[in-house]
């Protein structure tokens, strides 16, 4: 999994920390203009936010540069953290922990060992199907049959979402892409930054024009001024940055879309699971933006599709 830096994705990082540079000058003079309780909030959410993008854009390029590997181990390790911060938000028995046990420290870390040999058949098939049949007999197997079917269900969702969706960000790199070969880093970078940058100009937009919430029992702060704002925008920068893909201008601009709007879908169905759980974060382990989750709520639901659309419709 040998990758290429070249010019581009050198200006590609370049261009992203130009815009964080930006966004902490923006952030600083921002305070300025803040009159009332809730513009100030909405400054320090904006800054914290700014802070934490500055080390997880670093930690990102590290992994980058180290080549295939230090990507995977970077999302091997974000999925284990995830996971636990699922976990911890569900209740579980004792009859669990040897599930558990299976899911954090054997499932998850075979399932980015397929990504590191570029084993397509078995890494798209580990978890939806030899997971998901082995974990329900592993708890039959510890006898607890109190809320099984609930206990059950929590532990594949759990599974589900914080380890194939997720793990199948750095499978980008395992696409064989016709005159794209060694540069899939590029394409994985494109897809979280426009992910993020969706997320970011809905929120924004959704500050500055928001008036019709989409579901305001689930999330009274997303209104549909902000998703389409926020996605519009977002596609249109993905669009723009067709160069470092093996899209299109048209076929950049499909794809950025199609993602922002499972994005969307992803935060949605994360702050429905947060309402039901009766908390605003998954965690704390990312200033300013909660937990794992919180940041990565968006790209589980979009990384899975983008990677098997592009798989489908671009790979040799």
Not at 3 to 24: K, N, S
Not at 41 to 49: D, E, L
Not at 75 to 86: P, V
Not at 239 to 252: E, K, R, S, Y
């Amino acid at each position: 999994m040998n990758l290429v830096i070249d010019i581009q994705t050198i200006q590609l990082v370049t261009g992203t920390g130009i815009l964080l540079i930006l966004a902490t000058v923006v952030g600083r003079i921002m305070p300025r203009f803040a009159t009332s309780e809730g513009a100030t909030a909405t400054v320090a959410n904006f800054q914290a936010r700014t802070r934490s993008w500055w080390v997880m854009v670093a930690v990102f390029a590290l992994a980058m540069a180290t080549g295939g590997i230090g990507s995977i181990i970077l999302f091997g390790l974000t999925s284990f953290f995830a996971l636990r911060e699922f976990i911890t938000q569900t209740s579980t028995k004792a009859a669990d922990h040897r599930s558990l046990f299976w899911a954090f420290f054997v499932i998850t870390p075979l399932q980015y060992y397929l990504i590191y040999v570029q084993w397509y058949g078995l890494f798209a098939l580990l978890i939806p199907v030899y997971a998901f049949l082995f974990i329900p007999v592993r708890m039959a197997i510890a006898g607890d049959c109190e809320n099984f079917m609930e206990r059950l269900a929590k532990i594949q969702w759990g599974i589900m979402l914080c380890v194939f969706c997720i793990s199948h960000i750095p499978a980008i790199l395992m696409l064989d892409l016709a005159g794209y070969e060694g540069q899939n880093a590029k394409l994985l970078f494109w897809l979280v930054l426009v992910v993020q940058i969706s997320d970011v100009l809905q929120y924004v937009f959704g500050k500055t024009l928001g008036r019709h919430a989409i579901a305001p029992k689930v999330s009274p702060n997303k209104t549909w001024e902000g998703f389409w704002g926020g996605t519009l925008a977002a596609t249109g920068i993905g669009a723009a940055l067709w160069w470092v893909t093996p899209f299109t201008p048209l076929q950049a601009a499909g794809m950025a879309f199609i993602v922002n709007l499972l994005g969307f879908g992803g935060g949605l169905t994360m702050s429905a699971i947060k309402r039901d759980r009766g908390i605003k974060d998954f965690g704390n382990m990312i200033g300013g933006h909660g937990g794992m989750l919180d940041r990565l709520d968006s790209l589980c639901f979009a990384a899975p599709i983008f990677f098997h659309v592009t798989r489908f419709y671009f790979s040799n």
